[in-house]
């Protein structure tokens, strides 16, 4: 990768099954640990335009907690209605113990 990546957050800060949420640029993202990965999505539903912070991990999915669409953290993915488009999701790196993201995809 290569890049415009730039670290984020310490792996330590976000443990397994939890997130955290950062400030990219102008980007609200979620940094998420699930499953032993780490993802970079943006806080932003594409149903209704509701920060999915507000929502819990479900394994490797995001639930919204408005209209509860889940998303998969990887590919962005609606699972579930009422939300027909995928959100924003971002390149990770893991370098250092720190989670770097490509916030420019
Ligand atoms: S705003 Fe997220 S499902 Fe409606």
Not at 7 to 35: N, T
Not at 41 to 60: K, M, N, R, V
């Amino acid at each position: 990768m290569a890049d415009g990546s730039i670290p984020v957050a310490d792996c330590a800060a976000i443990p397994e099954g939890r997130f955290i949420k950062v400030k990219v640029e102008s980007l609200d993202l979620i940094i998420a640990h699930a499953g032993g990965r780490y993802y970079a999505i943006e806080d932003l539903c594409s149903h209704e335009d509701y920060p999915l912070s507000f929502g819990c991990l479900h394994g490797a999915t995001i639930k919204c907690s408005l209209h509860g669409s889940a998303f998969d953290l990887a590919s962005g993915q609606p699972l579930s209605p009422p939300a027909e488009q995928p959100i924003r999701v971002f390149p990770v790196q893991i370098r250092d113990e720190k989670v770097w993201v490509d916030p420019i995809v």
